[in-house]
């Protein structure tokens, strides 16, 4: 099922969808976030990360509930949104080897996945209420303050700089085509010359 097709007739199929796609996308994460976990070597993001884990599976719990009071059996749906938010991110570890980058590499790929359960949650309970089913709600809200306080610690970590290090790694590039262009004028005239038509021809 997809938005393109035409399975989706009324507000109570969007929001059946909604739930179902959220209903997989916390289980992908649930899934993700042991990854994640190993790789942070920052002591509070990896508490954050274990922390989260639990609440993600504690949101599980909550959606199932939800299923419940629906008397429909918990079903996800493939949601390419979440797929894709998290890919990036196993991509993005598989290009890290320093332990710094990788943390605030980490903030960033987890923020991704905060902020698309905060919309998707937001929708949820605009819809569940438009439905007159507020019986939903609180579950969905409950979801929804663990995602807001989480994004907030990570929006706290990445205003430390959880790697105070990671922009001094990729600099020596820059500072040697500084300090040339900085040398007195009188220093190896001809070294300078030559190096330029190297440069040129390398060009
Ligand atoms: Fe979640
Ligand atoms: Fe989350």
New binding site residues.
């Given amino acids: 099922m997809g938005f393109f097709t035409k399975d989706i007739k009324s507000l109570n199929d969007l929001f059946m969808h909604g739930l179902q796609d959220l209903y997989y996308a916390e289980n992908q994460?649930m899934k993700a976030l042991p990854g994640m976990i190993e790789k942070a070597t920052d002591v509070q993001l990896r508490a954050g990360f274990e922390k989260?884990l639990a609440?993600?599976e504690g949101?599980v719990h909550r959606l199932r509930e939800v299923f419940e009071l629906l008397e429909a059996e918990p079903k996800g749906d493939k949601c390419p949104a979440i797929d894709g938010i998290l890919r990036e991110g196993r991509d993005l570890m598989s290009e890290i080897d320093d332990e710094d980058v990788m943390n605030v590499g980490l903030v960033a790929a987890a923020q991704a996945?905060?902020h698309y359960?905060i919309t998707r949650y937001g929708a949820l309970i605009a819809w569940a209420t438009e439905l007159g089913r507020t019986d939903l709600v609180p579950m969905f809200k409950a979801n929804l303050a663990?995602?807001k306080a989480?994004d907030q610690k990570l929006t706290q970590m990445a205003e430390r700089r959880v790697n105070p290090r990671a922009e001094k790694t990729d600099k020596p590039s820059k500072p040697k085509s500084t300090a040339r262009r900085k040398a007195p004028k009188t220093a190896a005239p001809v070294k300078a010359k030559r190096s330029a038509k190297k440069a040129r021809r390398r060009a």
């Fill in positions: 994460i989260h609440e993600t949101q996945v905060e359960e663990e995602e989480t």
